[in-house]
């Protein structure tokens, strides 16, 4: 059953409840009572993986259900939040500056990480300023009872029992107490907002107190945490996340897409510059990224991206900390506007966007209502076939042009 059926058969449901509630048996709608039943059957698993009995209900001691704690339902008629709204807010002039300020009070710290595991500075400060604000907005929802709720509830719920576990595992270490372990309502710990497993992987005792302590005002050991997880993931020191270009009038549009990396010789053969007029950089693999197709800026972006992409899947996220990194660093806005005009989609205009494009025969990937890299190739393919410029870009003109 797809997301959006589901959710018509709930809002019939609840016009006629006596009609359609043998047809309805919804995950988040479990009571609880059952949450009781649910905690029993997952202590059984957690204590054979290893946690002992005084771990585990020293845990969950004070945990019941809480529907609070649940991910409200993506509501389809939600306008997407458009990509420069989220920058605005994520790449703040108070951010860049609270940014600056705290380069210069952990200087020291930072040297000896980027020393240590040849990250960025600016990016682990953009990172921190991007999941906590630097350390202000760590979230006051103990870990155990976030993931037990998320793990009850059904959805992901798979993911959330494997992040329990992991978090069980750091309570049954020592490394912090259960009044201690203090998160995001998903279950993110910390400066950076580390996952339990995540934690569990390349947690760092950098203070040398004895225990990697993502959750003191202390951001030492977070952050060095943080430039341990970037290095693993392939982190380039002295390499750029990206770079902001200008295209050619007679550019191919469908050579765009995170899916086409190609070298700085191919791109600056077809004219793809820097603002300053400057040749693309030699980085090796090179992909575009339009975000808001030809009307607005658009860039470059190197492996280190990809290594933002792989620490927060959202491209939204890694085109912000890249830019958060370098306006840290003191550089300036995009030199492009974004196209502020255009119309918000909402999630259920994105959702028929795919479903037509499916029909038509383009692969979008899931039909989830979100713009993906998958969706956006299938959006490149359907322009293509109509010979309109390939940008990729979702609009309610493209939808338009999908309904006829
Ligand atoms: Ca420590």
Redesign the pocket.
Known sequence: MTRGLLYILIALASCFPALATAQVSVPVARAASDFEIWRNEFRIKALAAGISTTTFDAAFHKVTYDPRTRTTDENQAEFVRPIWEYLDSAVSATRISTGKSKARSTYGLLRTLERKYRVDSEILLAIWGMETNFGAFRGGTYTIKALANAAHNGRRSEFAEAELLGALEILNRGDVTPSGMLGSTGGAMGHTQFMPTTYLRFGV?????????IW?D?P??ALASTANHLHDLGWEKDQPWGVEVTLPPEFNYSLIGEYEPQTATFWNARGVRTPAGDKIPNHRSIALLAPAGANGPIFAVFPNFQVIRQYNMSVSYSLAVGHLSDRINGDGPFHANWPRKDTPMTRANQHEIQTLLHERGFDVGAIDGMIGPKTIEAIQAFQVSEGVLADGYATLSLLDQLRR
């Open positions: 005792d950098q203070n040398r107190d004895g225990q990697a302590n003191s202390n030492a050991d």
